[in-house]
């Protein structure tokens, strides 16, 4: 049998305010969530262009590297006369160009 003191159960279901170091954790915690929410909406928000109506969008990957390419109009259509021809992109830069040259409906050299 245990044997409390008395006003024990007065002291226990009384709430303790916060302490100052509790308040700063809790307040890093929150602020921590509040970065990540403001993060994940940016990310979600803002997205790559799209290849269509005369401009096309392409990511090149390289061994050193890569490039987002996004061109329109006379770009575009320069870029795009450049595929299948000598001297032109060869190998998956050709094989990508070619794809979202057909999805902007512009003409392959």
Not at 19 to 43: C, D, P, Q, S, Y
Not at 75 to 87: D, I
Request: hydrophobic share 45%; glycine share 16%.
């Amino acid at each position: 049998m245990l044997i409390l003191p008395s006003g024990h159960a007065e002291a226990v279901r009384q709430r303790q305010p916060f302490r100052a170091r509790e308040k700063a954790m809790v307040g890093g915690v929150l602020a921590t969530v509040a970065a990540l929410v403001i993060v994940l909406i940016v990310a979600l928000g803002t997205s790559d262009r799209q290849s269509g109506h005369g401009c096309i969008s392409v990511g090149l990957a390289y061994s050193t590297g890569g490039a987002q390419i996004y061109r329109c109009g006379a770009g575009a259509r320069a870029m795009c006369a450049t595929v299948g021809r000598p001297g032109g992109p060869v190998g998956a830069t050709a094989r990508a160009l070619r794809t979202e040259c057909r999805k902007a409906g512009l003409q392959l050299g």
